[in-house]
């Protein structure tokens, strides 16, 4: 199956300063990929729409200038926090889309990053 | 505005079978999808049903009624490494995926 990674998996950083984390799709183009977040015990929580060569589309309530996406190429988006606060501390999770995929719609999911703001 | 219900927790027995409930409103339909994660771990797919029916996947299997939006997924011959959340997500008319809450699975030995 379709094979998605992120780097890192766990970072500890100090309060102001930017965190960038990867997402690539290995075996496949995407041209569309999904950032979410994930609070304890609650379910995933879309935050922006990342498409190769244009803006991201961010959800309602999530600050686009906190939240720098960049989708430079058919496998890889970045998402940098800037200017982290320990409130910013989550388990974010990207997934990719297969742009050759067939019927199924399916979303294929990075291992996700346990960000840590101290 | 658009809602997916599951139930908050369930508890069942090593070797038994439970079936795992998700109703749905959304604005417009492509697809639902179940999800299964692990605590600290990234859901994983498991299933997808577009048209009514049933869907076996060796263990799991997955109901799809378009009419009462509903779906289910059920899990037979249980094991401990069961024991996790599962997650039911719509694909709606803008092609986006609206997350349930999540179904915590708790297997008993």
């Known amino acids: 199956g379709a094979v998605v990674s992120q780097h890192p998996s766990r970072v500890i950083c100090k309060s102001g300063t930017s965190v960038k984390i990867e997402c690539r799709s290995l075996?496949?183009?995407?041209?569309?990929m999904f950032w979410y977040r994930q609070f304890p015990k609650k379910s995933l929580m879309l935050m922006a729409t990342?498409?190769?060569?244009?803006?991201?589309?961010?959800e309602q309530g999530v600050e686009k200038d906190k939240f720098l996406i960049n989708h430079a190429s058919l496998t890889l988006s970045t998402l940098t926090v800037t200017s982290a606060h320990p409130e910013d501390s989550s388990f974010y999770i990207c997934s990719a889309r297969d742009s050759l995929a067939g019927e199924v719609d399916e979303q294929f999911f990075g291992p996700g990053t346990r960000l840590t703001v101290l | 505005g658009q809602n997916i219900d599951q139930p908050t927790e369930m508890t069942a027995t090593e070797g038994a079978i439970v079936q795992i409930n998700c109703t749905y409103q959304?604005?417009?339909?492509?697809?639902l999808f179940w999800y299964q994660q692990h605590a600290g771990e990234a859901p994983t797919f498991l299933s997808y049903n577009v048209l009514d029916g049933l869907e076996e996947k060796g263990r799991f299997s997955s109901f799809l009624s378009r009419s009462k939006g509903y779906s289910y997924l059920l899990l037979k011959e249980l094991q401990m490494k069961d024991s996790a959340s599962y997650l039911c997500a719509v694909l709606d008319s803008n092609y986006q995926l609206i997350w349930g809450a999540g179904t915590k699975l708790i297997i008993k030995p």
């Open positions: 959304t604005s417009g339909f492509n697809g």
């Open positions: 990342s498409n190769e060569g244009s803006k991201a589309t961010y």
């Open positions: 075996d496949f183009q995407a041209t569309t």
